[in-house]
């Protein structure tokens, strides 16, 4: 049995039971620093918890993966958790939980083409999210005008030489719009990081282990090609019910075919564009760097993670027998996600590749609830689906009480058919990317179609993209327009400039069926899954859906400005200590450079060297100052940036207006020194 429709369904589905657990050790304690190997913690932590363990692998510096006797949820699986983290060496342990690919299951998707066209295998509507806005189409992102911007070298910023890894189910390295690096494509060598299921070994091939999620015969390898990751009814029939709730359907259990859901995800960004076949990507001259770490229904946290740093160029020697990435990607894309809150050793690795400068862009998810994991990771950018006209697409997730979306992009909806197949209208709005018409394993490099014909015989599941998944994407390769303008910037100036250029959400004449859209709360039902569910069209606000709506054009101009950087030498004074102001990390956009810097203060005291990139002042007061930093670029763009430095006095001295010890001693020496100050003015 084939499915008719898209495989990934608008829930992911509950947790399912567990025997997989991930544990991190303390930087400080026996088990982290005297006990070498996995195995050892694993029979240390045994002995000391009285929980059966045994040892998969060590993820990455203090990062163990361990595995129970039996699987355990709900909770059973909590009261366990409770007992490995009252362990004093263990800073913490969690369920190696499953992330799922978030395509949306009842619209369609497609396109081969930037305009509208047909075929024998069907119609397409075009690329209308890559033009520029429009009365009909305002959440169009203008990508075409974002690609006439000047870079600074004699070109234009369209994402050239830039990388950006795909963490998703691997690519088509055969599809002739994405292609090979080796071969003047856009594919570079990347790695599988899907491990066999008993966790051992992942770098070996070794008999008498299964690979069920892998689905290609084997653990990690340098082969990020996607095997495809269908569900039969041998999968569904199987009585460790590996794949319950991997289906589709009401019941869940019914089998599907291929998604190819990498593939869409890579053409989204950097398919070869102006080559006369297929689509344009967002960051035309960008490079893909194909991680998978989702296989067949889903993908291990576990194995997300180590793809994560070694996607970034962060992982080391614990990843055994595997060479360092040669090519670091500044931008991470996750189209996946998971209910429940952001996992530390998400949240750990987020913090590790931010710290380096990388910046993970996400998928809010498909539930029409609160964000997904890792989408709830602090220092992502979750990116929420909007329609053309700039309202939430029903499905999206929004922010909720613990995390915020970061911005919003076109997620692809279909308003001119409804929700039961075949169609018998083209969805004029679908994300239009590459695909792979096998119905289970790779067959014909493809695209994905608006509507099929009746008698097209292939994978039916390439009719409609449509999802967050493919909004995330979008927003990834406007992302390495910006670091082709300024390749310095961090992460956290990236998504500032992001937010600063996104358009603002418009007020429908009519209200659409969901009104406003709220914040989501977070209360769970029985099996986990988040009730505060806002599946219809809404109206979106800064509060719920980001930013605004993404504008590539804007992004691209503002990052082409410098950007100014403070630095202080205290970010607390004395009346009277000398502060030190440092400028000198502020940068220019590629292929220019700061040609002045101007320091000014709040209220406005003298500074020593106030147009040098590094300048001092003398904390005059027992107020805070602000310091602002212009700085202007050898074209005349300009960039400021502020910093307030606080009074120690004040600082000690408590709230509500009473000056305490430190003040008045202070104000003592203030005013002993004024006095002073007055008796040698001379006459």
């Not at 499905?395 to 929700?419: E, Q």
Request: hydrophobic fraction near 40%; aromatic fraction near 6%; proline fraction near 7%.
């Amino acid at each position: 049995l084939r499915a008719q429709a898209a495989p990934w369904t608008a829930r992911a589905p509950a947790e399912p039971p567990s025997d997989r657990i991930i544990v991190k050790w303390r930087e400080q304690g026996v088990a982290a620093m005297q006990i070498r190997g996995t195995a050892a913690r694993a029979a240390r932590l045994s002995a000391s918890t009285g929980v059966h363990l045994t040892a998969m692998r060590e993820i990455h510096d203090r990062l163990d993966l361990m595995r129970l006797a039996s699987p355990l949820a709900g909770a059973e699986m909590l009261q366990l958790i409770s007992r490995l983290r009252a362990d004093p060496s263990v800073q913490y342990a969690e369920v190696d939980a499953r992330r799922y690919a978030l395509a949306f299951p009842t619209d369609p998707p497609n396109d081969p083409r930037f305009i509208a066209g047909s075929d024998a295998n069907g119609e397409w509507q075009g690329q209308w999210y890559l033009k520029d806005p429009s009365s009909t189409t305002p959440a169009a992102i203008g990508a075409t005008t974002a690609w006439q911007s000047p870079d600074g070298a004699g070109g234009f910023t369209t994402g050239g030489g830039y990388v950006v890894a795909v963490l998703d189910t691997g690519v088509d390295y055969t599809h002739p719009d994405l292609g090979t690096y080796a071969t003047g494509g856009k594919l570079l060598p990347g790695f599988d990081f899907i491990c066999n299921d008993q966790g051992v070994n992942c770098s070996s091939n070794l008999t008498g282990h299964t690979y069920l999620v892998a689905n290609d015969g084997d653990g990690w390898d340098s082969d990020p090609t996607d095997p495809g990751d269908w569900i039969d009814a041998a999968d569904l029939a199987r009585s460790d019910q590996f794949f319950k709730g991997c289906g589709i359907g009401a019941n869940l259990d019914q089998p599907v075919d291929s998604n190819w859901h990498g593939t869409r995800v890579a053409g989204i960004i950097a398919a070869i564009t102006n080559n006369g076949i297929g689509i344009a990507g967002v960051a035309p001259d960008a490079f893909i760097l194909p991680v998978r770490v989702i296989g067949k229904c889903h993908g291990y946290l576990s194995d997300i993670v180590s793809g994560m740093y070694w996607a970034a160029g962060l992982a080391d020697s614990r990843l055994t027998g595997i060479a360092t990435n040669p090519y670091p990607a500044p931008i991470l894309n996750l189209s996946f996600g998971g209910v429940g809150p952001c996992s530390q050793t998400e949240q750990d690795a987020v913090n590790a590749l931010n710290q380096a400068g990388h910046l993970v862009v996400v998928a809010a998810g498909n539930d029409g609830g609160p964000l997904s994991a890792p989408a709830n990771c602090q220092g992502v950018l979750a990116v929420a689906g909007i329609r053309h006209v700039g309202t939430k697409v029903g499905y999206s997730n929004v922010s909720s009480t613990a995390a915020a979306v970061g911005i919003a992009a076109p997620a692809g909806n279909c308003v001119n058919i409804n929700a039961n197949y075949p169609w018998t209208l083209p969805c004029l709005y679908s994300i239009e990317t590459t695909s792979n018409d096998g119905l289970t394993i790779p067959g014909n490099p493809f695209y994905t179609y608006a509507l099929f014909n009746a008698s097209y015989p292939g994978n039916v599941l390439n009719e409609g993209s449509v999802g967050t998944s493919f909004a995330a994407p979008i927003v990834a390769g406007v992302a390495a327009l910006m670091v082709q303008a300024n390749p310095h910037f961090t992460s956290a100036q990236l998504i500032a400039r992001l937010q600063a250029a996104a358009t603002p959400f418009p007020v429908p004449a009519i209200a659409p069926p969901g009104g406003v859209c709220h914040v989501a709360a977070l209360t769970q039902d029985s099996s986990n899954n988040y009730t505060d569910v806002q599946n219809a069209e809404c109206q979106c606000t800064t509060a719920t859906c980001g930013a605004g709506m993404l504008n590539a054009a804007a992004a691209v101009g503002l990052a082409l400005n410098p950007q100014a950087s403070i630095v202080t030498s205290v970010d607390t004074a004395s009346v009277g200590e000398s502060i030190t102001l440092d400028g000198s990390t502020s940068t220019a956009a590629a292929n220019h450079v700061i040609s002045t810097y101007l320091w000014t203060s709040d209220p406005a005291v003298g500074i020593a060297n106030a147009s040098s990139a590094i300048a001092t002042i003398v904390f005059p007061a027992l107020r805070p100052i602000t310091v602002t930093l212009t700085v202007t670029d050898d074209i005349g763009r300009q960039d400021r940036a502020s910093k307030t430095i606080n009074s120690v006095a004040l600082k000690a001295g408590g709230g509500g207006g009473t000056l305490g010890p430190v003040e008045l001693l202070a104000l003592a020496g203030a005013a002993a020194l004024a006095f002073l100050r007055r008796r040698a003015r001379p006459c």
